[in-house]
């Protein structure tokens, strides 16, 4: 099949194998999604098609078997998902991780980075400096800046003026 015979077998089948693939899902998007692709595969066979040896039901019954998979596929995906589902609750973030997102977004960019990278994804000073592409003592500076700022801000006693003694522990 040349080309040009295939766009004007394109333009004719495509459809009557929507309406007929339709009927099969009850899907109009899923219908046209799975002969098109039934399409881009005779296209790819085109050469070995012949107008006279009835190409429509060659790719009407690889869409249908599209159909069918991708169903098949979709009951599977959903009877995992009923099997493994999510716990019925989930705690939300308890009082001293919502105070320390708070703390770090007060930080500067720069320091908020470091520490993050740092502490809490178990980055070298090397390595933050790295994928920074700041130098090294820099990195060593926006730490030491970013852990006063978060202990001020996580112990606001520290921030009234209280000195280390005064304080009840």
């Known amino acids: 099949m040349t080309e040009e015979e295939f766009d004007i077998f ?47 039901a060659w790719v009407r019954t690889v869409a249908v078997r599209l159909a069918v998979s991708r169903w098949r596929r979709a009951r599977r995906w959903l009877e995992l998902v009923r099997h493994h589902a999510a716990p019925e609750h989930v705690p939300g973030p308890g009082p001293e991780h919502t105070a320390l997102v708070q703390a770090l977004r007060r930080l500067p960019q720069a320091q908020r980075t470091a520490i993050v990278l740092h502490h809490l994804c178990d980055m070298s000073v090397e390595q933050v400096a790295s994928e920074t592409g700041a130098a090294v003592g820099t990195v060593k500076a926006r730490l030491s800046r970013g852990r006063a700022a978060l202990a001020v801000h996580l112990d606001p006693g520290r921030n009234s003026g209280e000195k280390e003694g005064d304080r009840v522990r």
């Open 10 to 56: 394109y333009a004719s089948a495509f459809p009557r194998l929507v309406g007929r693939v339709y009927a099969v899902t009850g899907d109009l998007a899923e219908a046209q999604d799975v002969v098109q692709e039934a399409f881009v595969r005779a296209w790819d066979r085109r050469r070995e098609m012949l107008a006279d040896e009835a190409p429509e």
